[in-house]
């Protein structure tokens, strides 16, 4: 995509009269489905996030609206973007990569918050896969919105792919293989076998590429679902072993903001963007405290060891860590927000950030102590209903099958 010039940089998606309604494709990036698609529910979602840039100052724009309508970098540029509205709603006004006479670099944001003459907010984001796990991401997702296209009238298919794709398979080749075996299958034999009990007999398919494979199995349509061309799921995840564990990924996109800032005069706040659900607070915790960290359960009790970002003193510079979870176009009124604090910062947040929760974290000798402090929902702190944007196709009478992508 070619970069813009200053005077098209005037809004985040293009102006034309919109017709798709179709979902997204698992291989269509973020940007694409949001420019493109006409149901109600992205109607609202474009509206929402036009108003809030008209709120993004004009000197740095035209850059941030390159990275918002790039594919690899779209997930970034809107975290910034929900940032820099969280805060102006919160401290009332918000400087964006603005030269400060205490530091050699140019923040993402400084805001004023109360008791402070500036926190440096720094954002990070991260999907929790390393690059292989990315990679082998956007591999499979056109494998799936291949497979996706075979028309299924009589059986359901449920892949469970395993290991990580490392080239893109042949995926003609797939379709073909998996369009002549639903062929040669017997619709009422299978049948016979679910109502018998015997569903494990029923006939599998496994696809190779390489160290990958991919079983899809089969289950027969009964009812209204018989004679639908459609029937494809999803079990499990499409990438295999992890080299790396999820916190350790979290902690080295930290590790990397945190090392910009060494002697800071204002607190430094640094808001990471977990997005996926398997991401969870104990992965957190592990990043941030230690991996036997990972041991606090619900007494809000645990072990440290020094391999956290924050553990043993370490970053000190750095005042907390804001936690997003869920947080993409479509789901800002249900991003789930946490401030952890660092309780060795040289420039601690006193009073933690108005209106959101947070983590009052202390040690008792080798014990970590986590005192958890509620916050307004993110509903509330946008102004939002709590079911902003609606149905997925803004029609509870024909609801999509799939929600907009991430």
């Not at 469970?160 to 040669?184: C, H, M, N």
Request: aromatic share 10%; net charge negative; glycine share 6%.
């Amino acid at each position: 995509m070619n970069a813009m010039s200053e005077s098209e940089a005037t809004t985040l998606f293009d102006v034309f009269e919109r017709t798709n309604m179709h979902k997204s494709k698992h291989a269509e990036t973020g940007y694409s489905f949001y420019n493109n698609s006409a149901w109600p529910a992205v109607v609202k979602i474009r509206a929402l996030l036009e108003e809030w840039f008209l709120a993004y100052p004009q000197e740095p724009r035209t850059a941030f609206l390159n990275r918002f309508r790039d594919a690899n970098q779209h997930p970034s540029a809107f975290f910034e973007l929900f940032l820099h509205e969280l805060f102006l709603r919160i401290a009332g006004s918000v400087r964006v990569e603005a030269p400060c006479s205490w530091t050699t670099h140019k923040p993402d944001f400084l805001a004023p918050i109360e008791g402070s003459s500036g926190v440096i907010i720094e954002a990070v984001a991260t999907t929790g896969l390393n690059h292989e796990e990315n990679t082998g991401e956007r591999y499979f997702a056109r494998v799936y919105d291949a497979l996706e296209s075979v028309p299924s009238p009589d059986f359901l298919l449920t892949l469970r792919p395993k290991g990580q794709l490392a080239t893109q398979p042949p995926i003609d080749e797939f379709v073909y293989s998996v369009q002549t075996w639903l062929g040669t299958l017997d619709y009422d034999e299978c049948q016979y076998l679910c109502e018998s009990k015997n569903s494990h007999k029923l006939p599998v398919r496994v696809l190779r590429h390489g160290e990958w494979n991919m079983e899809i199995s089969v289950w027969p349509k009964i009812g209204s679902l018989r004679g639908r061309l459609d029937g494809l799921t999803l079990s499990g995840t499409s990438f295999g072993f992890r080299q790396e564990k999820v916190h350790e990924i979290i902690h080295k996109a930290l590790d990397r903001k945190a090392n910009m800032y060494k002697d800071e005069i204002s607190p430094l706040v640094l808001a990471i963007n977990l997005g996926r659900a398997f991401i969870d607070e104990e992965s957190v915790l592990a990043a941030l405290f230690g991996d036997v960290a990972s041991e606090i359960r619900h007494d809000g009790r645990g072990n440290s060891i020094s391999n956290g970002l924050i553990a043993k003193a370490r970053h000190r510079s750095v005042s907390g860590v804001l936690v997003a979870w869920d947080c993409y176009p479509n789901s800002v009124a249900r991003t789930r927000l946490m401030l952890y604090e660092n309780p060795w910062a040289s420039h601690p947040l006193a009073d933690g950030i108005p209106g959101l929760a947070r983590c009052i974290t202390t040690f008792r000798g080798s014990q970590i102590i986590c005192e958890k402090r509620e916050g307004k929902e993110s509903s509330e702190l946008f102004g939002l209903p709590r079911d902003w944007p609606g149905p997925r196709y803004g029609d509870s009478d024909n609801p999509p099958e799939e929600d907009a992508p991430e």
